[in-house]
Nanobody, 115 residues
């Protein structure tokens, strides 16, 4: 079955960096665009970034441009989210999923930006 295992989150000070990883299985990874989502406390899950199977990337909020980068390694069935210049408003649990989205979600990885 489709599975996602996210990792790499943690507590970081404002201005810091983190690199999130998501290992996917249960489908032909290289054939699918992959996405990162995040969900802050009390808010709906939102789409952060997407990368196509041919490595074209899109960020879905102006506030992320210049700070977040999505990438993928098809040989490792893994998608990454490099996050730089982190802000307190980036605090959320981060999830990955394929596109079209699977009904299966991983456990997510918590990112907390605080001094």
């Amino acid at each position: 079955q489709v599975q996602f295992v996210e990792s790499g989150g943690g507590l970081v000070q404002p201005g810091g960096s983190l690199r999130l990883s998501c290992a996917a299985s249960g489908f032909t990874f290289s054939n699918y665009p992959m996405s990162w989502y995040r969900q802050a406390p009390g808010k709906e899950r939102e789409l952060v970034a997407r990368i196509t199977s041919t490595y074209s990337t899109t960020l879905y909020a102006d506030s992320l441009k210049g700070r977040f980068t999505i990438s993928r390694d098809n040989a490792q069935n893994t998608v990454y989210l490099q996050m730089n210049s982190l802000k307190p408003e980036d605090t959320a649990k981060y999830y990955c999923n394929k596109y079209p989205r699977s009904g299966s979600w991983g456990q997510g990885t918590q990112v907390t930006v605080s001094s």
